[in-house]
């Protein structure tokens, strides 16, 4: 484990390294606890460089068995080698030499995942973002690139399975039960998309053929016996490499394309270059293990590493300063590729509720950062959803304000000027700048400053002059060590409703930029006036979410109430009804703190009935529009001095309000959705079982519900419905026999079943109230469970620290003391994952005096503890400070 050095990262530091590699050529000759690597590399002095500059190579807990040049061993004096860093000190005259490095690795006692690990006996790598210094001694930086050979040697029965990137070149058998293989990537790539992976895998193979008509073999590796999991992830594959080509012209490059699943990873999955390596589940799916929202990961996630292939690999980054660079990017990309397969609105609803879950309390909270950072102490905990998911909203906001056409003209200029380079924020604003003729350097803050935007709308409408007026404020908040904010540019997307929910006409309009139904925000005011409009229109602001901004407007109540039924943005509608549902629960939420009843607007669960048994809107779309703001949506939108059970309980009382004026339509609706056609994980279908799901959830609350959750559960066909019903029961009816019998015939049947198991643990690590701490402490015990394994870890700790409010902020603060030590219990091992658990409690300053003294003393108590970890360490100072 690297401990703190305390070192911090800057991106005004910048300089490219004095020497370059441009081949490497490695031999693996694999075994799990000594594992030889022998690195030939050609390095090359740059340009203008000194002869007396040493080469000084990154390590990390390395240990170095010979070191050459030019076929000759070093002197002693010549060099300095410790776990971390090999420095050459005296290099040889000429601007090439080859330096060869021998170390030996541990692959099975590797508990970080990072390097060469042994995941269920089978080799691999991660090496983003500075994993391959775990392997060898190298100039670990993305701007150093450099075309690699790959030769692996192992016992064949061990391992008859080798892959690394590019394409295959030979294999033979050895003597004494060995064999090996050569790969060979002809792309120069930076060290961090290097992989190898060696193991007894099963293999699913078919072929695609590009846009130019090559062929390209395609192959997902899984555990044996998992096979018949991969149908849905190679479908996925062959559509998103012929979405990339229509989409953005982006051809395949290689001869063979491997995926390959492994059950302990540290995220979702990685590109490396013709082998991506992925969370097994992102990969492994059916109707009887897999629910519709795993099946939406797997493609969404399967697209977003094939995608990197041009945004990423090709381009890649210079520093880690400019991850989103890449990140934001590819998930731009995939938001639209899953936008076209299934429906583009539902897509955007689920988008914004995720940034808004994910994306805005970081922002808005102790680990704010811009989405292209400036200094760091460790990368790894870089990887946010500022850098990925704000950084889409960046990417999507220049299409906005380009148009579609300039926008892919744009990205054109991109792919051609910058092909094989490490480019940076700059460069990608540039092609853009270039390719429209605009100045997009306001605009470009969007990259610098931290902070989410709020917008102050107020409007006024004269009917006698036929003025309409909207009066617009922006503010961007401080965030830590940026108090003083510059004035940004906001695409706001716009529309005027008139009563009958056809747009408004205006003849004139000044105060802004207004284009394409966008009103570009650029001052600190605007007074927008539009004229010759006879009628008091209803507005409808931040379309599309055009902006991730937040919004404080003026708007009346029967304004909200009638774009939630007329807006032609179904985005907007959606909004609409999320605000409604919003100001009814923050009401709710001060009443229940006032000791008073929760009282809701007849016309309020009225239109909840109108929405649910609207036929003309797609199911899916009504689901979204029924589930209520979370928890933590809700404590967010109160801002501070939360009470997490008095949120807990306005929720409730707005969801049996809602059942209860209701009921009948419900429970019809619920009926009539009944599938009786043969599964499909199509978004249509997905968006039945949804809507169904939902109906079941509210129809719970009521007499019989108990009973009727049962039923579905047992009766389920698929796990969508089981999970579903699993998690009404667990939670609505805690303690239960039904819900005891049902978690139990769960747990019968998927023992075996590692990624069902995790559902289990989920389900059971969220309900809510105070005694699942307790229930989540036992569970720590249980054999489902391991300390060792990312996912587990995740479900079980990272669900109930993140995703349980009631139970994690029990008042006493239990929660956050078994918090405290699990997070240090992981971070032994792990300290990636331990880093990110420990982001759980980033928005204690919100909470009510008694918790958030309480939340103090846990995230102290982590602080104070011996050999911290660079990684947790870096997340708890920032979150104390
Ligand atoms: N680069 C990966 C992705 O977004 C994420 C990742 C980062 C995976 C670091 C592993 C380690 O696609
Ligand atoms: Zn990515």
């Not at 150093?144 to 690394?164: G, H, K, M």
């Not at 890649?316 to 990017?329: A, I, M």
């Not at 908040?477 to 904010?485: A, D, G, I």
Request: hydrophobic share 40%; with cysteine; aromatic share 8%.
């Amino acid at each position: 484990m690297r401990t703190d050095t305390g070192q911090v990262f800057k991106l005004e530091d910048y300089r490219p390294n004095d020497y370059l590699i441009p081949e490497t050529n490695l031999t693996f000759r694999l075994s799990p606890q000594a594992t030889r690597v022998i690195a030939v590399l050609t390095v090359e002095r740059r340009g203008g460089v000194s002869a007396s500059a040493p080469l000084v190579l990154d390590g990390d807990g390395l240990t170095l068995l010979r070191v050459e040049i030019d076929g000759r061993p070093l002197e002693p004096a010549d060099y300095m080698a410790t776990p971390d860093q090999l420095t050459i000190t005296t290099v040889p005259a000429t601007p090439r030499f080859q330096l060869v490095i021998e170390t030996e690795v541990a692959p099975a006692g590797n508990e970080t995942l990072m390097g060469l690990y042994r995941s269920s006996n089978v080799y691999c790598t991660q090496c983003e973002a500075e994993g391959f210094r775990r392997i060898t001694y190298f100039l670990d930086r993305p701007d150093v690139l450099s075309v690699y050979t790959v030769r692996i040697e192992a016992r064949r029965d061990e391992a008859p399975l080798l892959l690394s990137n590019g394409n295959p070149v030979e294999s033979a058998d050895l003597t004494d039960g060995w064999h090996y293989a050569v790969w060979h990537d002809p792309f120069p790539k930076p060290s961090y998309l290097f992989a190898l992976v060696a193991g007894d895998l099963g293999k699913v193979t078919d072929s695609f053929v590009t846009m130019s008509g090559r062929k390209v073999e395609l192959g997902i590796y899984v555990e044996p016996g998992k096979e018949m999991l991969a149908g849905y992830a190679m479908d996925a594959l062959k559509r998103s490499m012929r979405w990339d080509e229509e989409a953005f012209g982006c051809e395949y490059d290689l001869g063979v394309f491997n995926i390959v699943a492994v059950s302990d990873f540290n995220m979702g999955a990685m590109e490396n270059k013709g082998l991506n390596i992925f969370n097994d589940k992102y990969v492994l799916a059916d109707q009887e293990t897999a629910t519709d929202a795993d099946f939406a990961n797997i493609e969404a996630i399967i697209a977003h590493e094939y995608f990197h292939n041009w945004t990423g690999n090709r381009i890649t980054c210079r520093d880690w300063f400019q991850l989103c660079l890449k990140e934001g990017l590819t998930v731009f990309r995939d938001h639209e590729f899953s936008a076209d397969q299934r429906s583009r609105a539902v897509k955007r609803i689920a988008e914004v509720r995720t940034l808004r879950a994910h994306q805005f309390p970081e922002d808005q909270g102790p680990l704010a950062h811009p989405v292209r950072p400036r200094r760091y102490r460790e990368i790894n905990n870089f990887y946010t959803a500022t850098v990925y998911e704000k950084g889409s909203e960046v990417v999507r906001m220049i299409r906005t304000i380009l148009g579609d056409e300039t926008f892919r003209a744009g990205m054109n200029l991109y792919f051609e000027r910058h092909d094989g380079q490490a480019a940076t924020i700059e460069d990608f604003i540039k092609v853009f700048e270039d390719a429209s003729g605009r100045d997009l350097q306001q605009f470009a803050l969007w990259y610098h400053q931290a902070g989410t935007p709020n917008l102050t709308v107020s409007s006024t409408h004269n009917p006698g002059s036929r003025e309409f007026t909207l009066e617009i404020e922006q503010s961007v908040p401080p965030t830590p060590s940026e108090s003083r904010k510059r004035l940004m540019h906001i695409p706001l997307a716009f529309g005027l409703v008139g009563a009958d929910g056809e747009p408004v006409a205006y003849s004139s309009v000044e105060g802004a930029t207004v284009e394409n139904g966008v009103i570009h925000i650029r001052k600190r005011r605007h007074v927008v006036r539009f004229s010759g409009v006879a009628e008091r229109p209803a507005v409808s602001l931040n379309r599309g979410f055009s902006a991730p901004v937040t919004l404080s407007v003026e708007q009346k109540a029967d304004d909200q109430f009638f774009l939630a039924g007329h807006d032609s943005d179904a985005f907007s509608r959606w909004q609409a009804f999320n605000t409604i549902l919003t100001d009814a629960l923050i009401a709710a939420f001060r009443q229940i703190l006032g000791g008073k009843p929760s009282v809701f607007a007849s016309r309020l669960t009225d239109l909840a009935g109108k929405i649910a048994g609207d036929e003309t809107l797609e199911p899916a779309y009504r689901a979204l529009a029924l589930a209520l703001p979370s928890e933590a949506d809700i404590a967010r939108d109160i801002g501070k001095n939360i009470d997490p059970d008095a949120v807990f309980r306005s929720r409730e009382a707005l969801a049996l309000a809602i059942a209860t004026a209701n009921k009948k339509l419900f429970s019809d609706l619920y009926d009539h959705l009944v599938d009786d056609d043969a599964f499909s994980p199509d978004a249509a279908s997905a968006g039945r079982r949804a809507l169904r799901n939902i109906l079941l959830d509210y129809l719970s609350l009521l007499p019989a519900g108990r009973e009727l959750a049962a039923d579905h559960f047992h009766s389920a066909t698929n796990m969508t419905d089981r999970a579903a019903a699993l998690t009404v029961l667990a939670h609505r009816h805690h303690g239960s026999p039904e819900a005891i019998k049902a978690l139990a015939d769960f747990e019968a049947v998927y023992a075996d079943d590692p990624l069902v198991m995790d559902k289990w643990l989920q389900i059971q690590a969220s309900v809510p109230g105070p005694q699942t701490v307790d229930t989540v402490r036992a569970l720590t015990r249980h054999s489902a469970f391991s300390m060792a394994n990312p996912n587990r870890v995740r479900s079980l700790i990272g669900t109930f620290s993140s995703a349980n409010q009631t139970g994690f902020h029990r008042a006493d603060g239990d929660g956050y003391r078994f918090f405290t030590e699990t997070v240090l219990e992981v971070e032994k091992r792990n300290p990636q994952v331990a880093a990110r658990l420990a982001t759980a409690l980033r928005s204690w300053r919100s909470l009510e005096p008694g918790r958030q003294a309480k939340a103090r003393e846990a995230l102290l108590a982590i602080a104070n503890a011996e050999n911290l970890s660079a990684d947790l360490r870096d997340i708890v100072e920032r979150t104390l400070v």
